[in-house]
């Protein structure tokens, strides 16, 4: 199972990125693909997931409309999909290092994490 983070970048505040999460080598069916991020010095924290169908989104106060999450699904491929994270009006205070995750939707914890993308934004 791969998750391949990409995306992340030096931008400035109020900016926009796009991150993505390509999810390979599993069947996808059925999990919850998310988003997390870890700043320098603190712990990590949850940003966003998404259910399998894109009909579920749940997102952190913190970043609750600024950030969409998506997904695309490879038609008639459910071990192939991306994730997508669309950050708007960005802010110094999202400046972390942010990975993609996956989790069986009947599991508490993600199973399987991506190797993190660096988003700086510079005030």
């Known amino acids: 199972v791969q998750l391949q983070a990409s995306g992340g970048g030096l931008v400035q505040a109020g900016d926009s990125l796009r991150l993505s999460c390509a999810a390979s080598g599993r069947t996808f069916s059925g999990f919850l693909m998310g988003w997390f991020r870890q700043a320098p010095g603190k712990e990590r924290e949850f940003v966003a997931h998404?259910?399998?169908?894109?009909?579920?989104?749940?997102?952190?106060?913190?970043v609750k409309g600024r950030f969409s999450i998506s997904r695309d699904n490879a038609k008639n491929d459910d071990t192939k999909n991306t994730v997508y994270l669309q950050m708007n009006s960005l802010k110094p205070e999202d400046t972390a290092v942010y990975y993609c995750a996956a989790r069986y939707i009947g599991s508490v914890d993600y199973t399987y994490w991506g190797q993190g993308t660096l988003v700086t934004v510079s005030s």
């Open positions: 998404i259910d399998w169908s894109g009909g579920s989104l749940y997102y952190a106060d913190s």
